[in-house]
DNA sequence: CATGAATGAGTTTTCATTCAT
DNA sequence: GATGAATGAAAACTCATTCAT
């Protein structure tokens, strides 16, 4: 669904608001800061969104969504279906890698959502269903590899944890880019070898 | 005449805001909210503290303080120097997920400085060097089974990435709790095979 | 759509500023105070200013501003030109007692201004500025009757600062008013004759 | 009246005053700013003290009284009565110029105790009598030389209002020291010619 | 839709003052 | 006389939210 640029103040704001998130959390976000950023003023975002919180609420389901799309563009296409699995999964880390994994702008986020999903919720059952669909999806690529339902889902657990713990620490380490790259490929061959 | 009472002032204050941490992020605890759940005047914490940061700067090196002493006290003793290696780092992994990745009140707290450090130098330097320690106590094991340094510093750094994803995943999934202990040594015991 | 009301809030709380500090100095009058004073909200002051030192910056902007006008107005015209400047200078002494230094909520004023230009260098700049602005009229009117730069100038410095001494006094001694006045023009004749 | 240095802490504290004022106006000067610069424990001004006012108003009569007795003990000597009148009235300007409109940090002191009169009967007060007694002091030696009282004591008030102006202007006016000192001798031999 | 003035609750911080030891 | 912890009132300032235009 290509948004048609500036047609839609609603996503304007929120992509103002992803901006920015790089430089402060949300609560030390004033809505003025965040309508400056857009470029409307800032009267209207309560025009749009019935609070502030109503606006990170939807800006998360925003990110999610967007991410969540992206994913099943790429992989629930029939085309998949004939491929082989172990190139599958290959090709399905070298996404998560390239476009979440190392997506700084996007880890930052993600610690921030993170942590108002401790304390709310609503949002925390946002990211539960987000991270069980990518979870899903890597099980079920791996199930057939070893036909234990359990230990796909145990070793998509365990995988989306380390690239969360991946993100995190791209964010909080200053590790040498290519190093952090090395200990993300290690990783996926050792996946995919223990299969 | 020892100051006995009121000496320790300046803890209470730190641990009513760990207490206030389980329930609320920093920003949204109100200094007279800390006060209060630590039972002392607002003003006081003014006259032990020069400012709400310094609280959370004082409150963050006390947290990583203790963590670490409680790591340094279990394995820098001489009586691990003749014990057999894989026994050791099978010990340090039992240690790290009871003391560490399972204890909830402790995530929760962490997902709260990980944000903080996003947007906060100091905080971030402060994580950076408490990381650093781990990894290197975790790398110092690993070295003498497959003498190779730099596979041992990317395994640990892996490894830790790994358990700060699940430390996370225990707090924002509510999966279940033999479930996820299972992931847990599962992983462990895959590490020291692999070595 | 003209602002018509609403438009001059800022004059509104500066005046109602002058009218506060007839009864306390600037530190002891509080924002709220100054809100009441000029019947506005107190929250309306921070969106006028950025500071409460701002108001004061802006109030002695609009203090010295307006007597600078005053002069300007009575003093720059053409026809002075032609005037006798005997008579000119009796006509300025007259316009400065009568505007300024008989002003008793001025005076007070200015004395507030004084202690704030000592610890304020910003402020002591802008007094500095109205001073030699006022003492360049006298010593250009006084120039033409001893053809001497330097005594002129001198001359007025210490006019200024006789005439200053007499406005604090006004306010700090409780003369009787006729003799007050007697002083003050005994003064300026024994000036002009002097000259 | 030697003060055995240490041995009245009140007098410490009075002095330690004095140079807080230097940096920065009462009202902003905490009674724990006092008590480190007077170097006792700020408990302890409470002892000596019965509020910070109370410091205030004992710091004035404190300075108040020191430059009245300097006066006294200089000008009410029996030995004076025989010197030459205007001889006298030379010394006297002489002195004053010297001990008190040139001594700056007098000057600032006292730009802050107008400003408190301004709002504070009790400190108006004495400000008053301590002007009063200098114009008397100045009147008395006039008086000869015109046997005019009225005029003699116009001519006093004119010269400590101007005296007052130029320590005002000492202070907020950066004159050069030279030019100064000219303006002040220059009035001097003026107002002695004119009687 | 858009604007920006207005509101008022809530926050951090300062500080004179008290008081037990 | 000293000390320094403790108190609580009051201050400046922020900001989400409302609303008239």
């Known amino acids: ?28 976000t004033s809505i003025k ?11 209207l975002l309560h025009y749009y969104f019935k609070s502030k919180e109503d606006i990170l609420i939807q ?3 925003y990110v999610i969504d967007h991410y969540r799309s992206m994913v099943k563009e790429r992989f629930n296409d029939k085309e998949l279906e004939n491929i082989d699995i172990k190139k ?19 880890s930052k986020v993600f610690i921030e959502i993170w942590e108002i999903a401790v304390y709310h919720p609503a949002v925390k059952a946002k990211l539960q269903r987000a991270y069980q669909e990518w979870m899903d999806v890597l099980s079920n690529m791996l ?13 998509s657990f365990a995988t989306v944890a380390f690239l969360e713990g991946m993100a995190l620490f791209s964010i909080i380490l200053d590790t040498d ?7 993300l490929s290690d990783f996926q061959s050792k996946i995919i070898d223990m299969l």
């Open 33 to 43: 800061e965040i309508a400056r950023a857009a470029d409307v003023n800032h009267g």
């Open 59 to 61: 800006y998360i389901d």
């Open 88 to 106: 599958l999964i290959e090709e399905f880390f070298m996404f998560t890698h390239d476009r979440i994994t190392l997506d700084r702008s996007l």
């Open 177 to 183: 880019s290519k190093e952090f790259k090395t200990i």
């Open 143 to 155: 199930k057939p590899l070893n036909n234990d339902i359990d230990l796909s889902r145990r070793t």
């Open 1 to 28: 669904m290509p948004k048609k640029n500036g047609s839609d103040k609603r996503i304007q704001i929120l992509e103002a608001l992803n901006r920015c998130l790089q430089n402060k959390p949300f609560d030390k």
